[in-house]
């Protein structure tokens, strides 16, 4: 019924739209009486018929004022009838775009104005009840993984809670509840691992604990931890210190510096390790430069090419390794220039049933593939990657490692609190600067 209203009202507008637009023409004239040109009498006739003073004019111009003044009130009466509807159906958004149309066109028609307003209350309590409806469901599946005990999963569900309605206190509050239960957690069980002498686990725990509530930083805990942190660097000092020396004393050079390029990261001042990376280097880039001598001798250039580039990357003759490089590039070429082939009897093409094995084959494959299951370990691993960024301050690989953990395992708490602890320090690191 709706429907066939509006269809009848605009057939009235768009009738009388026609009937104006066959009247206004500009230079108006009567229609002629008589179409037969030999008849002059009749044809003077009907010009002197058609023509207008100017009272008559004026009459003429004041009736089409007035009939596009008719029209146009028609138009703006379909319009708002059309939104009467769409406001008793809730329709707002409609209802409010057709209001729109009318304010522009006449902001003083009827209570266009007043129902503007009152339709956009209306539209903004409609869509906050669905929001509420939404924030209300995840609250309801965060309470749900609580009681599971999947922690990690409820902190989630209101998160999401929180991204519909960042004001919405109660996902704060339970937030905040689980972080500091899970922080007690940790800050006991670095306790534990301290008096075992886990020094780094007990370090682990403690910023774990802080990272989720942070004001155990205000309990005296910073300050342990910075004594930790100090007995740790130092034990790892000597520990690096003696393996890489061992490393050297059995002919591991290779391993060697890697331990001492280690050991620096710690300890970037420590004049051995310093001394002995730059003693390791010389003796690795000689070695690599001699045995590219000896490969382009018995002519694999290939195998000379990477034996140089390995001298330049120790450092070690740089300029002779690539001048070198370049006249081995050279010879390579020469060895891969375009032969002329004899022409050789084209291959017969694979049978119909060598397609369709080779074809099944490749689908077996592919579908077994793409049925395993998730590797926990890949998860694990990752975290291990992140947890020893942490410990080498490396904040934005520890991100990304335990970005990539969460993702393989969202329910596993360890990762959790890492990822939260490495985002922090991450924050904290690029505070006053900008970003890489």
Known sequence: ??????????????????????????????????????????????????????????????????????IARETLDVFYHDALDYYHENRYDECLEVLDKIFSIDPSYEDVASLRETVRRLQSAHQQ???????????RKGAHALESGQNV???????QALALDPTYAPAKKKIQEVNHALAQREFESGYLHYHHGDLEDALDSWSNAIALDPTYKQRGLLLLMSKVDLAIRQNQTARLASQAYDQYQQ??????????????????RHEEARRMSAKIQIQLGQAAFKSGHSAAVRGAYEE?????????????????????????????????????????????????????????TETAVATAAAAQPANPE??????????GAIRAKDFHRAVDELNIAYQLDP??????????????????????????
């Open 1 to 70: 019924m709706r429907n066939t209203k509006c269809e009848a009202r605009k057939i009235a507008f768009f009738a009388s739209a026609l009937i104006l637009s066959s009247c206004c023409i500009s230079n108006f004239e009567w229609p002629l009486l008589a179409d037969d040109s030999s008849d002059t009498l009749m044809k003077s006739t009907s010009m002197d018929a058609g023509k207008m003073n100017n009272p008559e004019k004026n009459l003429y111009e004041d009736s089409i004022r007035s009939t596009k003044q008719s």
């Open 129 to 139: 009840a669905g929001t509420d409806e939404a924030v209300h469901d995840y609250m």
């Open 153 to 159: 999963l409820a902190i989630s569900f209101w998160k």
């Open 251 to 268: 002919n591991d050079l290779e391993g060697a510096l890697k331990t001492y390029k280690e050991l620096l990261q710690y300890e970037p």
């Open 304 to 360: 000379a090419v990477k034996d140089w580039k390995q001298s330049i990357d120790y450092n070690y003759e740089i300029q002779r390794s690539t001048k070198l490089i370049e006249e081995a590039n050279a010879r390579i070429q020469q060895q891969h220039a375009p032969k002329p082939k004899a022409k050789n009897k084209p291959k017969s093409a694979p049978s119909a049933t060598e397609v369709a094995a080779s074809s099944s």
């Open 378 to 387: 890949e998860a694990m691993e990752h975290y291990r990657q992140g947890l």
């Open 411 to 436: 329910s596993n708490e360890r990762i959790y609190m890492a990822r939260e602890r490495a985002k922090q320090e991450w924050d904290a690191a690029n505070a006053g600067r900008g970003m890489p």
